[in-house]
T-cell receptor, first 112, second 114 residues
Framework: SQQGEEDPQALSIQEGENATMNCSYK?????LQWYRQNSGRGLVHLIL?????REKHSGRLRVTLDTSKKSSSLLITASRAADTASYFC????????????FGSGTRLLVRP | NAGVTQTPKFRVLKTGQSMTLLCAQD?????MYWYRQDPGMGLRLIHY???????AKGEVPDGYNVSRLKKQNFLLGLESAAPSQTSVYFC?????????????FGPGTRLTVL
């Protein structure tokens, strides 16, 4: 199976609610990144958290990292219809300075 | 700045035909990547380059070749297209570092092989 796996595969919420997505991985990482992909578009980088960090914030985004459990979560607060997209975690393995391993993504639908 | 651009946006090939996908970036990034994305899946790395004149295989390199003759361009070639290569192809670039930085993606090329 892939290095990074997101959970759930799909999530449907009402506008204004919070959305939480999880990512699990298998091997030691240097950092973990989250990306967003709108339908038919390329990926856009959201946030990067290093292996020695536990939590990071960026606007309405909050990312946590638990290296002991090899897992990360992305929280989007006060969701908007414009947040509808697929979200991917990508792990930067400790033994590489350039490669990222992407998970299969969580499809988020925010209903107006 | 245009960022990362890809040419063409769409293409339909017949089995056995060849084509080249062009990726260009204007951010002076050292690292460039080619990925493919299949329905319901994440991105899989095909080939990558850590600098002008260098290329390396990724996770799924079979059936593809690449070249990085200029720092700003990264070409992906299909010598003899197969239906299994029907996919959306994304190019990305990133600056160098001790660990992978964020990657900047192009808009993608949707390829159908009949």
């Amino acid at each position: 199976s892939q290095q990074g796996e997101e959970d759930p595969q799909a999530l449907s919420i009402q506008e204004g609610e919070n959305a939480t997505m999880n990512c699990s991985y298998k091997t030691s990482i240097n950092n973990l990144q989250w990306y967003r992909q709108n339908s038919g578009r390329g990926l856009v980088h959201l946030i990067l958290i290093r292996s020695n960090e536990r939590e990071k914030h960026s606007g309405r985004l909050r990312v946590t990292l638990d290296t002991s459990k090899k897992s990360s979560s992305l929280l989007i607060t006060a969701s908007r219809a414009a947040d509808t997209a697929s979200y991917f975690c990508a792990t930067a393995l400790s033994d590489s300075s350039y490669k990222l391993i992407f998970g299969s993504g969580t499809r988020l639908l925010v209903r107006p | 700045n245009a960022g990362v651009t890809q040419t063409p946006k769409f293409r339909v090939l017949k089995t056995g035909q060849s084509m080249t996908l062009l990726c260009a970036q204007d951010m002076n990034h050292e690292y460039m990547y080619w990925y493919r994305q299949d329905p319901g899946m994440g991105l899989r790395l095909i080939h990558y380059s850590v600098g002008e004149g260098t290329t390396a295989k990724g996770e799924v390199p079979d059936g593809y070749n690449v070249s990085r003759l200029k720092k700003q361009n990264f070409l992906l070639g299909l010598e003899s297209a197969a239906p299994s290569q029907t996919s959306v192809y994304f190019c990305a670039s990133s600056p160098p570092g001790l660990a992978p930085h964020e990657q900047f993606f192009g808009p993608g090329t949707r390829l159908t092989v009949l």
